[in-house]
């Protein structure tokens, strides 16, 4: 299976530390992205990485793909209690209609 | 309009009723995609239609049966469901994407939260 899975599966931190969420997956990739989920509600789409890529930034989101090891993180910075939510990793390797497939996710709950 | 529109919002259903949820969206996307998503789980694909020819079917039983009518549109029609069916049901829309490097980001709309009795 090439569904990918993410590391802490449950992450508790202060208002304006900085929380890393890792993912890690199976099979080689073209693209990987992040997504983030408010309890109950759709996916809103963060940040995507291609496979040539090694980091990306946008806004407090830094964004890192390893592909030697297989693996990505997702680091945000000086996290505010609107970060509070699941972050997914989706990865894809099909050419054509874009068939996503997504991590367990990582709850991240930040405490003011 | 960057938006994704989904109806119902809830919706709850006997095992022997016929109902469907519907989806629009209006940014020019020719990708859409339907996603099953249980409690504390990540969203699972269904199926994805590319300029409204179904592409993808993940071995997605009979009782589900999507449609696309028009490049905005989106249908599920639900049949004979059963309890284990009750879950978060997501709709997406994208460009479809074209070559090894190029993907698109996919937007995804607020669900509908379906509950089989």
């Known amino acids: 299976s090439q569904q990918g899975e993410e590391d802490p599966q449950a992450l508790s931190i202060q208002e304006g530390e900085n929380a890393t969420m890792n993912c890690s997956y199976k099979?080689?990739?073209?693209?990987l992205q992040w997504y983030r989920q408010n309890s109950g509600r759709g996916l809103v789409h963060l940040i995507l990485i291609r496979s040539n890529e090694r980091e990306k930034h946008s806004g407090r989101l830094r964004v890192t793909l390893d592909t030697s090891k297989k693996s990505s993180s997702l680091l945000i910075t000086a996290s505010r209690a609107a970060d509070t939510a699941s972050y997914f990793c989706?990865?894809?390797?099909?050419?054509?209609?874009?068939?996503?497939?997504f991590g367990q996710g990582t709850r991240l709950t930040i405490n003011p | 309009d960057t938006e994704v529109t989904q109806t119902p919002k809830h919706l709850v259903m006997g095992m022997t009723n016929k109902k469907s949820l519907k989806c629009e969206q209006h940014?020019?996307?020719?990708?859409m995609y339907w996603y099953k998503q249980k409690a504390k789980k990540p969203p699972e694909l269904m199926f994805v239609?590319?300029?409204?020819?179904?592409?993808i079917n993940e071995s997605v039983p009979s009782r589900f049966s999507p449609e696309c009518p028009n490049s905005s549109l989106l249908n599920l029609h639900l049949h004979a469901l059963q309890p284990e069916d009750s879950a978060l049901y997501l709709c997406?829309?994208?460009?479809?994407?074209?070559?090894?490097?190029?993907?698109?980001?996919?937007?995804f709309g607020p669900g509908t939260r379906l509950t089989v009795l």
């Open positions: 099979t080689s990739i073209n693209n």
């Open positions: 940014m020019g996307h020719r990708a």
């Open positions: 989706a990865t894809d390797k099909i050419q054509g209609a874009q068939k996503l497939v």
């Open positions: 997406a829309s994208s460009q479809p994407a074209g070559g090894l490097f190029r993907a698109n980001e996919q937007f």
């Open positions: 239609y590319s300029y409204e020819k179904l592409s």
